[in-house]
């Protein structure tokens, strides 16, 4: 099936629906926070009843994202006639696994929009693309779809693309995206908004943390960049995980690594965040302990307690 033929069912999907849920995925970050953003909005505009849901709660710094306020952490599956889910790429993302099973036995449509290689593909309409951003892809949809996009639309699907790249710097930066990006800001997407929420507001105590996950910094024979954070590092300087958003890519910024990995305990267990900007495939890495993402950026979680056998045949 082609990528038109896909919108084409994701659009009479749509229209056949009266009450739509979105999901945002667990632990939501920028990504799949301003990707519901937009279809809340489309979905307003087509006079649909619409529901938010994420199985986490959103990070303090992330509630300037407009509807935000309308993010709940229950649902009643009964009562939609579909169901929208952004940037997971493998089922379990969606979360709500213990608490809303029915969600996976498919009772309701469900539409998943994703650009992860390792993308299961498990839900009914899966358009999957491996574009820099899936917000390209929901901005192409609503392009298909003949819909006005708003400046606060623009600024959501931007803000997603904007992210995604690290404002423009890594490797998937490409015509595609700048284009995309070109188009929503002829379309008034408020890039100063973006810059100053996204890059230029730290607060203290997430610069405390940062600086204990900067000084634990260290290179091995093998070229590769590895530091790690801890629990107490976490309790001591009064910040959550979302508060580690971009530290790994400083990481990543270290002269002549092969890559670079962030270790950080987290729920009893520890998460492995690997970013690289070479020509090397980190989900070959991630895949050998059941997870992936993108080739230039995956992670892994393992038991809480690290062997020393576990960490060679990583770094190996």
């Not at 519901?36 to 959103?58: G, H, M, N, P, R």
Request: aromatic share 16%; glycine share 0%; hydrophobic share 40%.
């Amino acid at each position: 099936m082609t990528k038109i033929e896909k919108i084409l069912e994701i659009w009479k999907l749509i229209k056949d629906a009266q009450k739509i849920l979105i999901i945002s995925h667990k632990h939501p970050d920028w990504d799949t926070l301003w990707a519901w953003t937009a279809w809340f909005e489309y979905l307003k505009s087509i006079w649909k009843y619409v529901e938010i849901a994420c199985d986490s709660d959103v990070p303090i710094l992330l509630q300037f994202i407009p509807n935000s306020e309308f993010v709940q952490r229950d649902f009643d599956l009964e009562k939609f006639d579909l169901v929208i889910i952004n940037d997971a790429w493998a089922k379990q993302i969606a979360g709500f696994i213990d608490t809303k099973p029915e969600l996976y036995e498919k009772r309701v449509p469900t539409i998943n929009i994703d650009h992860h290689a390792s993308n299961d593909m498990y839900w009914t309409v899966n358009l999957v693309e491996l574009v820099p951003s899936a917000t390209c892809l929901i901005y192409e949809i609503f392009e298909e779809l003949w819909y006005k996009i708003s400046p606060n639309t623009a600024t959501s699907l931007l803000t997603w693309i904007y992210t995604d790249t690290w404002s423009f710097k890594h490797s998937n930066t490409n015509s595609y995206a700048l284009r995309i990006a070109s188009k929503l800001m002829s379309k008034w997407a408020n890039l100063k908004k973006i810059t100053k929420n996204c890059f230029q507001t730290t607060k203290i105590e997430t610069m405390k943390l940062w600086w204990r996950v900067l000084s634990n910094i260290f290179r091995n024979e093998e070229w590769i960049t590895t530091s790690v954070v801890k629990q107490e590092d976490f309790d001591e300087t009064w910040t959550k995980y979302e508060d580690l958003s971009w530290v790994v890519d400083y990481l990543n910024s270290v002269p002549w690594s092969e890559y670079s990995i962030l270790l950080t305990e987290r729920e009893w267990k520890i998460k492995w965040s690997l970013r690289t900007e070479n020509n090397i495939d980190l989900t070959e890495i991630a895949w050998k302990f059941g997870w992936g993402w993108h080739k230039k950026a995956s992670w892994f979680t393992i038991p809480w307690r690290l062997q020393k056998e576990v960490v060679r045949k990583v770094i190996e």
